[in-house]
């Protein structure tokens, strides 16, 4: 076996198989509600990214913009903290 190809292989294993519902359809419509400045449905999607991987920094984060923005300091703050815990360099 190509050493590129089983590098690849091993590099994704993982990560597809605790993926079996991948978050990223919720965090990038999340994004997308975002731009729009609909942060309720912002906040809705990035929920559902969050239960379904509970380790994406950037969900916290953007989420954190979305709570951010209707005064919710709290919820703001404690997805903050978390994103920066795992690993959101810009958190």
Do not use: C, W
């Not at 294993?13 to 079996?20: A, F, G, P, S, V």
């Not at 912002?42 to 380790?55: E, G, L, P, T, W």
């Not at 903050?80 to 690993?87: F, I, P």
């Amino acid at each position: 076996m190509d050493l590129h190809i089983a590098f690849v292989e091993i590099s994704f294993h993982e990560t597809i198989e605790d993926n079996l519902r991948p978050a990223s359809p919720y965090y990038n419509r999340g994004n997308a509600y975002t731009a729009l400045g609909n942060h309720i449905l912002a906040v809705d999607n990035y929920n559902k990214a969050v239960k379904i991987n509970f380790q994406l920094a950037a969900s916290y984060s953007n989420r954190e913009v979305s709570y951010r923005s209707f005064g919710n300091r709290r919820q703001a703050s404690e997805d903050m903290e978390t994103a920066a815990r795992l690993g959101d360099a810009t958190a």
